[in-house]
């Protein structure tokens, strides 16, 4: 089993549309979340990050830690097609920079 | 752009060439990172320096070697590859090790082809 599984789409929405991505994971000592934005022949750029669970919202990004679960989420509203890209989660156990990827998921905003 | 520039962005090597990837970042960062980038796989970590010195090495293979000279050069040497080590090749650099939620700016990448 993999340490992160993301489904790798591509996943394909209207513009305006919500974007729901989600990453699970098995080790529960995880505590230290990130999401990053890859675009194409670029390398990833970091979204969002969030410790232990629950919500934190940053403009259009709200992303999501459910610990019981073992389950992380990241929300795009009202979708743009410059949000086409590869989105990437990532997670750690301590804060020092050592974070397990999850293979990331393809998304196509389509006008 | 992200202040880390990797060259050159695209490589084509053969089985029994030596080749060097070069990164180079201007965010006054001490730390900075090797990663693997592979076709539908997750990043995988190859190396970290802090302040010049090695703090990790992923079980990665010795004809990769890398050198950090000064915290804002890495280079990864390359020498006899395999046709498996197709991929991107990632630099990335963060301000240390150890801070809370240590951000990692990444470059272009290396797309390297192994024939």
């Known amino acids: 089993q993999k340490e992160v599984e993301q489904d790798p789409g591509p996943l394909s929405v209207p513009e305006g549309a919500i974007v729901s991505l989600n990453c699970t994971y098995s080790?529960?000592?995880?505590?230290?979340f990130m999401w990053y934005r890859q675009y194409s022949r670029k390398g990833p750029e970091l979204l969002m990050y969030t410790y232990s669970s629950g919500n934190k919202e940053d403009g259009r990004f709200t992303a999501q830690v459910d610990k019981s679960s073992k389950y992380i989420s990241l929300f795009i509203r009202d979708s743009q097609p410059s949000d086409s890209a590869t989105y990437l989660c990532a997670m750690s156990t301590d804060s020092w920079g050592k974070f397990q990827f999850g293979a990331g998921t393809q998304v196509v905003v389509t006008p | 752009e992200t202040g880390v520039t990797q060259t050159p962005r695209h490589l084509v090597m053969g089985m029994t060439n030596k080749k060097s990837l070069k990164c180079e970042q201007h965010?006054?960062?001490?730390?900075m990172y090797w990663y693997k980038q592979s076709a539908k796989k997750p990043l995988e970590l190859m190396f970290v320096?802090?302040?010049?010195?090695?703090?990790e090495n992923n079980s990665v293979p010795s004809r990769f070697s890398p050198e950090c000279p000064n915290s804002s050069h890495l280079f990864l040497h390359l020498h006899t590859l395999q046709p498996e080590d197709s991929a991107l090749y990632l630099c990335?650099?963060?301000?240390?090790?150890?801070?809370?939620?240590?951000?990692?700016?990444f470059g272009s990448g290396t797309q390297l082809s192994v024939l």
């Open positions: 965010l006054g960062h001490n730390a």
């Open positions: 990335a650099s963060s301000q240390d090790l150890g801070r809370l939620y240590e951000k990692l700016f």
């Open positions: 320096y802090n302040f010049k010195e090695q703090t």
């Open positions: 080790n529960s000592a995880f505590q230290y």
